[in-house]
């Protein structure tokens, strides 16, 4: 500690693994208090500092956003534990996800469809593609897909 007042941005920085940039955008968004400051206005955080720092760094595991852990951090600060509200957002982002991996799921069968019409197209990668083959103003395997 730097004293025994609390830490320097750097030294939190350090203790917690995230750069003093971060910190300072957390301070802007909210997440964390403005910290205390030194006669020569550096800024001085302390344990709960900490705490918070290491909770947001855990939230964002869970695939929450900023704005979500600030939600939960408003809901705590009002007296009430935010659990309830966590599982509401952890399951949207799991629907969320579900959701993109179907589309990433029929994105790569459609791809591998494609390739393999390309493939029987030009089976020689060192073949050179015909007008013939590849008709169009720029690539006529692409402007053919209907």
């Not at 007042?5 to 995230?18: A, F, M, N, Q």
């Not at 971060?22 to 802007?28: Q, V």
């Amino acid at each position: 500690m730097a004293g025994k007042e609390g830490w320097l941005i750097g030294e939190l920085s350090d203790r917690v693994g995230v750069s003093a940039h971060t910190i300072r955008y957390y301070e802007r968004l909210g997440l964390l208090e403005p910290p205390r400051r030194t006669e020569s206005q550096y800024r001085i955080y302390g344990q709960e500092n900490e705490e918070r720092l290491r909770f947001i760094q855990k939230a964002k595991r869970f695939g929450l956003s900023l704005d979500e852990i600030k939600q939960l951090i408003a809901i705590r600060t009002q007296g009430t534990p935010p659990c309830a509200s966590l599982k509401t957002m952890v399951k949207q982002r799991l629907d969320d996800l579900n959701r993109q991996i179907e589309e990433m799921m029929s994105l790569r069968q459609e791809l591998a469809s494609r390739y393999e019409e390309i493939s029987k197209l030009l089976p020689n990668a060192s073949t050179l593609p015909t007008e013939e083959i590849c008709q169009g103003k720029i690539c006529g395997l692409i402007e053919s897909i209907e």
